[in-house]
């Protein structure tokens, strides 16, 4: 299975997911946005975005560095989308150690897709 990334080659936060995909030997394809375009902004990638995720309807994992944020996020979410699976996670993506042993988000029920953007 091939996930979507989207993101901006020169975005952090694409970089960490995609090294996280690439150590975890998930095969993916990058979908451009240019954020000096504010193509982030547009309302087809709001769509995208966590809340996005979860107003479609797909179960979503929300990453931190640090759990206690990660929970805090999730609750968050969760006010605007209380019927909707929500998991945090604390891992590093931004190192190789940190990417490979994230730990398992846990949902109520294993159903729908998980994406991160």
Do not use: W
Not at 10 to 37: C, H, P, Q, W
Not at 66 to 88: K, Y
Not at 90 to 100: C, E, F, I, V
Request: charged share 15%; net charge negative.
């Amino acid at each position: 299975m091939t996930i979507h990334i989207y993101g901006d080659l020169g975005s952090g936060s694409y970089r960490r997911v995609a090294t996280a995909a690439n150590l975890m030997g998930i095969d993916f394809e990058r979908i451009d946005v240019d954020l000096f375009k504010n193509e982030s902004h547009t309302p087809a990638f709001l769509t995208l975005n966590p809340h996005g995720l979860a107003r479609a309807g797909a179960s979503v994992v929300i990453n931190f560095r640090r759990q206690d944020r990660a929970d805090a996020a999730v609750q968050q979410v969760l006010q605007a989308f209380p019927d909707r699976e929500i998991a945090g996670i604390a891992a590093d993506l931004a190192t190789a150690q940190g990417a490979a042993s994230p730990t398992s988000p846990t949902f109520p029920t294993q159903t729908g897709s998980v994406c991160s953007s």
